[in-house]
Nanobody, 123 residues
Framework: QVQLVESGGGLVQAGGSLRLSCAAS????????VGWFRQAPGKEREFVAA???????YYADSAKGRFTISGDNAKNTVDLQMNSLKPEDSGVYYC?????????????????WGQGTQVTVSS
């Protein structure tokens, strides 16, 4: 079992930055691929970015060039640095993990989820 806890959300103006962190306990994240997803009110949960412990990363088109996902072995965390934020980036951001190194964009492929952290970008 893996427990995930997100932090770092908040209210920011358009063009600003936030850094989200996903802290894991129970197991080392080196056994998992870790993804960030987001969900806006009335919309489906969507993939944002993912990383595995081989160092591979993958981003949604909406995140490319603005977001950076990174893992910290020592802290057992995965962070999402978000720059040049837009109002359409608003939503609840969740981190999730799936065992193994395969990165996928489908939320149904992920086994463990955090409770989410709210990100609101004002225009």
């Amino acid at each position: 079992q893996v427990q995930l806890v997100e932090s770092g959300g908040g209210l920011v103006q358009a063009g600003g930055s936030l850094r989200l962190s996903c802290a894991a306990s129970g197991r080392t994240l080196r056994e998992y691929a870790v993804g960030w997803f987001r969900q806006a009110p009335g919309k489906e949960r969507e993939f944002v970015a993912a990383v595995n412990w081989n160092g591979s990363t993958y981003y949604a088109d909406s995140a490319k060039g603005r977001f950076t996902i990174s893992g910290d072995n020592a802290k057992n965390t995965v962070d999402l640095q978000m720059n040049s934020l837009k109002p359409e980036d608003s939503g609840v951001y969740y981190c999730a993990c799936r065992q193994g190194n395969l990165i996928t964009t489908r939320f149904s492929d992920y086994d463990y989820w955090g409770q989410g952290t709210q990100v609101t970008v004002s225009s």
